[in-house]
C-alpha cells in the first residue's frame, strides 16, 4: 500500500512510501545532510536513490542538478512520482538503471556521488528470508557489492569530486581500504551512537576522488537520549 508523508519537518517536502518496499530511515537524513554542498558543486548523483528521499532533503540545501539513480521498477516509479509532487522536475531525474552500468556511460560527471547502499552481506543471513525482495535488495549485498559501489562512483567523479556514503562502522576498515584502491581519499569521518554509553554502531564518511592524505575525525554523533527522545542535535537535522 502506498502511504503519502510529511518529510520530517521539512517546509513543502512530501513523499510516498510503500509498505512492501525500503521506507527512508534515520540513515538517509544523516548522509544527505553530511554532504559537502558547497557552490562547486553543479552536479549530483546519488546511487540507489530508492524513493528520492536523499535528493529530496538535498534539494533544500543546493540548486545543483540531482539525478537519482535507481536499478528497482517500482521504486523508480514511486521516486518520480515524488518527485513531480514536490515540483522539482527542473532539478531532479530520476534514472532507472543499474549503478555498474551507469557509471560506465557517465564517467567523470558528477561533482558529488552519495550513497546510503545496502548494509549486509549475503553470506548465511536468515533475514534475506524474512523480507520481501525489494527490501532485500535495498538491505543486501544482492544487486551490487559495497566494492562495485565504491568503483562505480569513482568512474562517475570529476577529479576532487566528493564521495558521501553512511554505512555499518564494522565495515569501516573494508571502506577505507576500498577508497584507497580506487583514489578516493578519506577527507571527513564521523562516528555515529544511539547513546552516550553505546558503541558507533553507524559512520559517515566523505571522501574526494584524487585527492589528498589527511582525514578529520569529527565529534560523534549521538542520536537518543536515555528516555528514547532525538537529541536537540539530531533534531537540527530534520528541519530547514
Keep these: 500500500m502506498k502511504v503519502l508523508n510529511d518529510l520530517l519537518g521539512y517546509k513543502n517536502r512530501k513523499l510516498y512510501q510503500h509498505n512492501k518496499m525500503f521506507n527512508f530511515t534515520l540513515d538517509s537524513v544523516l548522509v544527505a545532510r553530511f554532504c559537502n554542498l558547497n557552490s562547486k558543486k553543479k552536479k549530483i548523483c546519488d546511487f540507489g536513490t530508492n524513493n528520492a528521499v536523499i535528493p529530496l532533503i538535498l534539494s533544500k540545501y543546493t540548486k545543483a542538478k540531482i539525478t537519482g539513480v535507481e536499478i528497482q521498477a517500482q521504486a523508480v516509479e514511486i521516486a518520480k512520482e515524488n ?11 530520476i534514472i532507472h538503471a543499474d549503478i ?5 556511460l557517465h564517467n567523470q560527471e558528477f561533482d558529488l556521488v552519495v550513497c546510503n547502499p545496502p548494509f549486509f552481506k549475503t553470506t548465511n543471513n536468515p533475514k534475506l528470508k524474512e523480507a520481501s525482495i525489494e527490501i532485500a535488495n535495498a538491505r543486501h549485498e544482492l544487486l551490487i557489492s559495497l566494492e562495485q559501489i565504491i568503483k ?30 580506487y583514489n578516493i581519499y578519506p577527507k571527513r569521518l564521523r562516528l555515529i551512537q544511539s547513546k552516550k554509553t553505546d558503541n558507533a554502531k553507524m559512520i559517515l564518511i566523505d571522501g574526494i576522488y584524487q585527492g589528498n592524505e589527511g582525514m578529520e575525525i569529527l565529534p560523534t554523533l549521538i542520536t537518543h537520549n536515555d528516555d528514547e527522545t532525538y537529541t536537540d542535535e539530531l533534531l537540527k537535522y530534520f528541519h530547514d
Design 152 to 181: 562505480s562512483a569513482a568512474r562517475c567523479l570529476k577529479n576532487g569530486g566528493n564521495f558521501t556514503i553512511v554505512h555499518r562502522s564494522e565495515r569501516l576498515s573494508e571502506i577505507i581500504n576500498l577508497f584507497y584502491k
Design 100 to 104: 555498474k552500468e551507469f557509471s560506465k
Design 83 to 93: 518527485i513531480k509532487l514536490n515540483n522539482l522536475e527542473d532539478q531532479i531525474e
